[in-house]
C-alpha cells in the first residue's frame, strides 16, 4: 500500500469492529496514527469541535451508520454543514452492515462519501487509497 496517512479515524460502537479494523490498519501501515471512537458526537467534537478549524483534522474517517445517540447519518450531516476547505482535508468512508437500498441513497446524497460494507478488508482499503489518495 503506497499511501502513507497521517491520521485515520474510526467511529464504530462496535469495540471488536473496532478492534479487528485497528488491527488491519495497523498490519497494513497506512497510518501513521490511528483513533477510535464509540460514539459519533465525541468523535465529531474532537475532530472539529471548539472552532479548531479542521486542524486536527484526519485523512479519512470511518463511520458506521447504525449506532445509539448521534447515527452515522447525523455524523454526516454534521461534517456536511462544515466549511467546503474544512471538509476537503478529510476523505469520509461509511463502513456498515447495511446492504439496504435506502441506506445507499441516503449516502449518495453526499458529494464524495465512499459506501464500503463491512468487513474492512485488505482489499477494500486499497482500493479506496488508490481512488482517493494517489
Do not use: C
Not at 449518495?108 to 463491512?118: F, I, Q, R, S, W
Request: without cysteine.
Amino acid at each position: 500500500m503506497s499511501a502513507n496517512l497521517n491520521h485515520i479515524v474510526l467511529v464504530d460502537d462496535n469495540e471488536t469492529t473496532s478492534f479487528l479494523n485497528n488491527r488491519l490498519l495497523g498490519r497494513l501501515a497506512v497510518a501513521d496514527h490511528v483513533s477510535t471512537f464509540s460514539r459519533a458526537d465525541e468523535a465529531f467534537e474532537q475532530l472539529w469541535g471548539n472552532a479548531n478549524g479542521g486542524s486536527n483534522a484526519p485523512d479519512l474517517v470511518f463511520v458506521d451508520l447504525k449506532m445509539p445517540g448521534v447515527s452515522g447519518f447525523e455524523f454526516l450531516e454534521l461534517y456536511n454543514s462544515l466549511p467546503q476547505p474544512v471538509q476537503d482535508k478529510t476523505v469520509m468512508a461509511v463502513l456498515t452492515t447495511s446492504m439496504h437500498g435506502a441506506d445507499t441513497a441516503r449516502v449518495a446524497k453526499y458529494p464524495n462519501v465512499e459506501y464500503l460494507t463491512k468487513p474492512l478488508t485488505e482489499e477494500k482499503m486499497r482500493k479506496l487509497l488508490e481512488k482517493r489518495f494517489q
